[in-house]
């Protein structure tokens, strides 16, 4: 593919962050962005690299009114020694394909993916902080652009990549959230779009989001939308139980986003001594499990705050704390993980692309 690149003189660039642990998620871009268009008669075409510019749409676009968009998430990280460094990121270019799939729009090739995301970062790589704990957050995203107000697929689209440099998620140290079980709002539902990263599914989120902050928690544990019994995930996560010793985490049966850090999880879990399964979990077992002590302690796992502790589950009026919020096993996965992606681990699996 040959991008066109349009790039800042080195006095138009903005000046980089004071303090790299200060930075919050997602409020800072870099200078540039990739952005390619789609049409039925050329495919993608006309790539470009270019100072990050606001978009002109007409006003009925697709993703105005019918919200036909898919994106991704996933982190450049700089080593010891100062490479730079993607986490599986052929895993995101194909989930970003069946996204764009399951959502009735133009399919980005993945190799497309990965050079446009390559070169990109590249050319950013100023931007990615060195302190420990923060990267440069990468969100590459498809619109439908078409204007018309019918209901159908668009028959135009943009694919763009932003970057954001991000501060650790925990500058004070590890430290848990706490999760509000709702069984009367759903996140997605089995035969709906809970499987694709789509951003309807998060403005399907957020009511519950605000009574869960509502009731003095940070983020919903999502169920099962049919019968209010299944735990899916935690937020914007997917969700691990230590349940008898094991590493339990519920199954993907439709509804729950294939993340790549739970498939990471489970992959590394016989490494660290402890076996994994995937299975349905009933919210009743783990209210059970935490009060007589089988349940010993609850993660997220997801790119951005990579591995959360779960410190306490709210549900029907009563607040059961985990009896060990700062779980061993949720450390033991963090710095597995952060130690890989970082460089500073043998990536014995050959998850590491150095760019
Ligand atoms: C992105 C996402 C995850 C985590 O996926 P990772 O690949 O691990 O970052 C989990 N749940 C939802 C709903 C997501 O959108």
Same mark, same amino acid.
């Given at each position: 593919?040959?991008?066109?690149?349009?790039?800042?003189?080195?006095?138009?660039?903005?000046?980089?962050?004071?303090?790299?642990?200060?930075?919050?998620?997602?409020?800072?871009?870099?200078?540039?962005?990739?952005?390619?268009?789609?049409?039925?008669?050329?495919?993608?075409?006309?790539?470009?690299?270019?100072?990050?510019?606001?978009?002109?749409?007409?006003?009925?676009?697709?993703?105005?009114?019918?919200?036909?968009?898919?994106?991704?998430?996933?982190?450049?990280?700089?080593?010891?020694?100062?490479?730079?460094?993607?986490?599986?990121?052929?895993?995101?270019?194909?989930?970003?394909?069946?996204?764009?799939?399951?959502?009735?729009?133009?399919?980005?090739?993945?190799?497309?993916?990965?050079?446009?995301?390559?070169?990109?970062?590249?050319?950013?790589?100023?931007?990615?902080?060195?302190?420990?704990?923060?990267?440069?957050?990468?969100?590459?995203?498809?619109?439908?652009?078409?204007?018309?107000?019918? /209901?159908?697929?668009?028959?135009?689209?943009?694919?763009?990549?932003?970057?954001? *440099? +991000? #501060?650790?998620?925990?500058? %004070? &140290?590890?430290?848990?959230?706490?999760?509000?079980?709702?069984?009367?709002?759903?996140?997605?539902?089995?035969?709906?779009?809970?499987?694709?990263?789509?951003?309807?599914?998060?403005?399907?989120?957020?009511?519950?989001?605000?009574?869960?902050?509502?009731?003095?928690?940070?983020?919903?544990?999502?169920?099962?939308?049919?019968?209010?019994?299944?735990?899916?995930?935690?937020?914007?996560?997917?969700?691990?139980?230590?349940?008898?010793?094991?590493?339990?985490?519920?199954?993907?049966?439709?509804?729950?986003?294939?993340?790549?850090?739970?498939?990471?999880?489970?992959?590394?879990?016989?490494?660290?001594?402890?076996?994994?399964?995937?299975?349905?979990?009933?919210?009743?077992?783990?209210?059970?499990?935490?009060?007589?002590?089988? /349940?010993?302690?609850?993660?997220?796992?997801?790119?951005?705050?990579?591995?959360? *502790? +779960? #410190?306490?589950?709210?549900? %029907? &009026?009563?607040?059961?704390?985990?009896?060990?919020?700062?779980?061993?096993?949720?450390?033991?996965?963090?710095?597995?993980?952060?130690?890989?992606?970082?460089?500073?681990?043998?990536?014995?699996?050959?998850?590491?692309?150095?760019?």
């Amino acid at each position: 593919m040959e991008i066109k690149r349009t790039i800042l003189p080195q006095e138009k660039r903005k000046p980089l962050y004071e303090d790299p642990m200060k930075l919050q998620f997602g409020k800072m871009f870099t200078d540039h962005w990739f952005a390619m268009p789609f049409n039925p008669e050329d495919g993608w075409h006309d790539p470009e690299i270019k100072p990050l510019e606001p978009l002109s749409l007409h006003p009925a676009a697709n993703i105005f009114h019918y919200c036909q968009e898919v994106f991704e998430g996933q982190k450049a990280y700089k080593s010891p020694n100062g490479e730079t460094l993607l986490f599986r990121p052929e895993e995101n270019a194909r989930r970003f394909r069946r996204s764009l799939q399951r959502m009735c729009m133009a399919e980005v090739p993945e190799e497309i993916y990965q050079e446009a995301l390559f070169e990109l970062v590249k050319i950013e790589e100023r931007w990615i902080p060195r302190a420990k704990g923060t990267s440069l957050y990468i969100r590459p995203t498809v619109i439908g652009t078409e204007a018309a107000l019918g /209901v159908k697929p668009s028959a135009e689209y943009l694919f763009f990549i932003l970057l954001s *440099p +991000v #501060g650790p998620y925990f500058p %004070k &140290g590890f430290s848990p959230i706490n999760l509000w079980v709702s069984d009367t709002f759903s996140r997605a539902v089995e035969g709906g779009t809970g499987e694709a990263k789509t951003g309807g599914n998060y403005a399907a989120s957020l009511m519950g989001g605000r009574i869960a902050k509502e009731n003095g928690y940070d983020q919903v544990l999502w169920l099962d939308a049919k019968e209010h019994r299944y735990v899916e995930e935690g937020g914007a996560m997917n969700i691990f139980f230590v349940i008898d010793g094991k590493l339990s985490t519920p199954a993907l049966t439709g509804s729950i986003l294939h993340g790549i850090t739970r498939k990471s999880v489970l992959e590394m879990a016989s490494d660290l001594g402890i076996t994994a399964e995937e299975r349905r979990i009933t919210i009743d077992e783990i209210m059970e499990g935490v009060g007589n002590g089988r /349940v010993s302690e609850a993660f997220c796992a997801g790119t951005a705050a990579i591995i959360t *502790p +779960v #410190g306490r589950l709210g549900y %029907k &009026g009563l607040d059961i704390p985990f009896p060990d919020p700062e779980g061993p096993w949720a450390r033991r996965f963090y710095d597995m993980l952060c130690g890989i992606q970082f460089g500073e681990h043998p990536d014995t699996r050959g998850w590491v692309k150095k760019l």
